[in-house]
């Protein structure tokens, strides 16, 4: 599985922006991945933004973009979504995308992906 994002950027505080991820997949479908975002501020750890299960019916995500982020995915373009609303300053990160071919809600047991993509930067100015 090969992963690309694409679609950062530079935006100001209060706009938005969608990054697609476009998997190339290899023996198995891309409905059959559940999908990630993660991101990774300067000097910060890297922290989960979203997750996504196969079939869409179970999105999670972290605290600091609840509400503000929705994660989505094309099963038929072998894409993934992140639309990134009333986008703050402290978005501002290189954002991953990423997939596992299980499923299990890393919100509650921290399951790491099995693939992951190269980032696509996003900066939020003031």
């Known amino acids: 599985v090969q992963l690309q994002a694409s679609g950062g950027g530079l935006v100001q505080a209060g706009g938005s922006l969608r990054l697609s991820c476009a998997a190339s997949?290899?023996?198995?479908?891309?409905?059959?991945?559940?999908m990630y975002w993660f991101r990774q501020a300067p000097g910060k750890e890297r922290e989960f933004v979203s997750q996504l299960s196969r079939s869409s019916v179970v999105a999670d995500y972290g605290d600091s973009v609840k509400d503000r982020f929705a994660i989505s995915r094309d099963n038929v373009k072998n894409t993934l979504y992140l639309q990134m609303n009333s986008l703050k300053p402290e978005d501002t990160a290189v954002y991953f995308c990423?997939?596992?071919?299980?499923?299990?809600?890393?919100?509650?047991?921290?399951?790491?992906?099995?693939?992951w993509g190269q980032g696509t930067l996003v900066t939020v100015s003031s």
């Open positions: 990423a997939a596992s071919n299980t499923y299990s809600r890393y919100l509650s047991q921290g399951s790491q992906p099995d693939y």
């Open positions: 997949v290899s023996g198995r479908t891309f409905a059959s991945l559940t």
